[in-house]
């Protein structure tokens, strides 16, 4: 049997029966049997199209297409390439005249001339329709009488809500006293976490919770499931949770019995006449069923005020609801005055760590200069000869201190004044080279100690006073320095800051200029573009190896600068570019700060710099310091800069105006420590206390996120219970890469091997590639960091030698690796085509845009 001929058999079924509902449906509504005639009469027009109706729509939908295309093609119709709409448009068609179904014929043959048939269609069709208008009738009536006892018991409740909360009340006093005797306590966790093991931390202690809503967020140790915008979950239960469900549960007993007993009269008699019945508890459950929920709701939220002292004494006590109504008015005026207590208590607190801070932080950072001292200024832009300037003044003094942002630039100092035959030191938190009847000293900045004493100090790029994480050692150096005369050396940004610290000192103000004129480029620069003597700025490490790859590919001879390379390699691939080795240099902002060289234009192949937070624009300031290095007098006497988009906007940042330093940094001292220490005894209470601490106006805090996070690891272990204060922060404060997992292990080694009084761990060193070998040089450093910290001064020249062998190591694979380097996919490593813009490859975008999408 065909789709169509199984169609046809059902659709007369479905004709039948629709003729029958619809011929009882007439005769139900008539009082009076009308006669067959009448019905075929009035019916003629539904008669007549029923058929077609169910015929069509069953046949349409019910037939498939390659029955329907067999169905045209044996009526002479071309189906080949037809679409399937026009194929159910024609099959429509054609369908309407097969076989018809009569329904007159039908109808006439089950009642005509069929008097007693006819007779008991109507009768039963006539009782059916009573039936169910008495049924409308009824629940008409139902529903009103239901509007009527909602809104009755919705009165009783209200008039009883002390007394429902008095029931609920004590038996949240009794379930509290059972929870407290038989439960545990579970350390607390995210509800949802339920891949999160719960852990007993033991019985409950009344003491532990002041109010019952202290109470309700503990965990019950169970697992319920709950309904979220349809959806369902399963998530770690909580005493709210339970106590809820306790409520709703209790309510479900409590409230049908009070209302049966409390329903108006008339509304019960009314119910029984209608119904001949009597209204019943279970009734009443029925039309409060959706009450539960939200009055356990209501109920549970005025709980939670509640004080558990007084819930305690209460499940002693038998329930008498005149007593209980009693214990509570004196239990409100009661939590009124423990309120006042408890906020005059916070108060109190809040004054008391206030004064705290004010004692630990208050006067700390309060410039105290000395009168005495001679200062100078060299302000002005890059490459304007103000080092030069301040570094004569301090080889002509009889002693003297030179204070760098850099590693790089302490050396470079200590190497030009020996060179020049001025003895110089060199001290960085990585090495120390002591020079016999040296009086001279180069250091990093943060190596600046405000008790030693020098004729002459050279404090350079002191605009780094904003740095959030390392301007405080300039504040401490500007404001601190112990000499006859000190040389300050920064931007003009910097200028107003200066001298706002240094006050009514004794200061003289050398103003600088550019010999050489600055000249922005006005087409963008493309790749094909390089020239000798450039300079190409790009803000990753990355970048700038596959630029470096890419020139060199292009049979360009490469120089490169990057945070991270090794000061000592630094110097090499500067000495390169200087001596004509390399024609191009590649480089980080890195070069911005101290590094004089013969560049004859910047070409800034980015606009924006990661900063740590987030992707943005370059500063008026970064751009200057930056491409303040092009031009050298003699060579290049005019300083080219390039830009590979928004040509006018970069121009607009150069020629603009230095913002003033508005703000300088300030970090935690010995000093703030020792009063610290007056109070409490763990450096996590330390770092919440300098989280709340408020700084003065014109600084703000140095963040001590790295510091913190090195905490945490070592929080509670032996490192912390055997440290004092002092030692310990000075072990977190030790400037390494934070971020290194390797160097956090061998943090982590060292300082055991400290407290156990045995040999330091040495360093992991790994040659294998670039990478690695950079990770060993910063090893190293660290482990240097310990070796000068505990004055292990010859076992640190056997590892200062070998991170210079590694140094070495690394300007090798520079000259001979970078060709090998290729631009790839930063999440799936395929390789990329040099002018791709982007990161990442168009297939792990496109991945990226659709899980966007999904979520």
Known sequence: MTHLEMTYRNAIEQTKNKITEDMNNYLGKKEVMPTFEDYLAERVQYLDQIWTNIWLNKATNNV?????????????????????????????????????????????????????QWSKQYKKARADFLQKEEEDRLRIEMMRLQDSMEQSIEKIIDANEETIYLYIRVLTAEQLASDFKNRRRYAPVDTLALEEKLVDIGEFEETAFSTVSNFFH???????????????????????????????????????????????????????????????????????????????????????????????????????????????????????????????????????????????????????????????????????????????????????????????????????????????????????????????????????????????????????????????????????????????????????????????????????????????E??????????????????????VLETASRLENAKHSVSMIYGSMPPETRKKQVQRFIQGETSVIVSTD???????LPIRRIVFLENEKFDGIRRRLLTSQEVKQIAGRAGRKGIYNVGKVAFVSDIRTMKRLLDSEDKPVQTFSVAPTNAIFERFQKYYHDLGTFFELWEQFDSPNGTKKASLSEERELYHRIRGTEIEARLSITDLYGFLHLPFSKKEPDLIWQWEQTMYAILNNSELPEPRIKRRNLEELELSYKAIGLHLLFLYRLDQRIEALYWERLREEISDHVH?????????????????????????????CDECHLNQSRRRSWD
């Open 64 to 116: 498939p297409k390659q029955e329907k295309i067999t169905f045209l093609k044996e009526k002479e119709f071309e189906t080949d390439n037809v679409s399937r709409k026009i194929i159910n448009h024609l099959f429509r068609t054609e369908i309407r005249t097969y076989k018809p179904f009569d329904t007159y014929k039908w109808v006439h043959e089950k009642f005509n001339n069929q008097t007693d």
């Open 218 to 520: 503990e965990l019950t140790g169970d697992i319920h499931k709950i309904v979220h915008h349809g959806r369902t979950y399963f998530e770690y239960e909580t005493y709210y949770d339970r106590y809820e469900r306790l409520y709703s549960e209790y309510l479900a007993e409590l409230l049908p019995k009070l209302v049966v007993e409390q329903l108006p009269d008339s509304i019960a008699n009314e119910y029984r006449n209608t119904f001949s019945e009597t209204i019943t508890s279970s009734l009443i459950e029925s039309v409060l069923e959706y009450a539960y929920g939200p009055l356990a709701n209501e109920l549970i939220e005025i709980m939670q005020d509640e004080y558990i002292s007084d819930l305690l004494i209460l499940s002693t006590i038998p329930f008498d609801l005149i007593e209980h109504q009693k214990l509570y008015k004196v239990a409100l005026h009661d939590r009124g005055r423990k309120r006042r207590e408890e906020q005059e208590e916070i108060e109190r607190k809040k004054e008391e760590e206030k004064r705290i801070l004010d004692d630990i932080f208050g006067q700390e950072y309060r410039p105290a200069i000395e009168r005495n001292i001679r200062y100078t200024l060299h302000i002005g832009e890059t490459n304007t000869g103000k080092t030069h300037h301040a570094l004569e003044k301090m080889k002509a003094a009889d002693s003297g201190m030179y204070l760098a942002p850099l590693r790089l630039l302490a050396l470079e100092v200590y190497e030009k004044l020996n060179g020049e035959g001025t003895l110089c030191s060199l001290k960085t938190g990585e090495e120390e080279k002591l020079v016999p009847e040296a009086n001279h000293i180069s250091c990093t900045v943060e190596m600046f100690h405000e008790k030693e004493s020098f004729d002459c100090i050279v404090i350079d790029e002191a605009q780094m006073l904003n740095d959030k994480d390392r301007g405080f050692s300039w504040y401490k150096a500007i404001t601190k320095a112990n000499a006859k005369e000190v040389h300050i050396i920064g931007s003009w940004s910097a200028k107003e800051m200066i001298l706002q610290l240094l006050g009514d000192a004794d200061i003289q103000i050398y103003e600088y200029h550019r010999d050489i004129p600055l000249e922005v």
């Open 522 to 543: 006005k087409r963008e620069f493309k790749i094909n573009h390089v020239k000798k003597g450039d300079a190409l700025i790009c803000f990753s490490r990355k970048r």
């Open 590 to 596: 890195a070069i911005g700060m101290g590094l004089n």
């Open 812 to 840: 090798e694979r520079l000259k001979t690796d970078v060709k090998k380097i290729a631009k790839k996919c930063r999440r799936c490593g395929k390789k990329l085509p040099w002018e791709h813009v982007f990161q990442i």
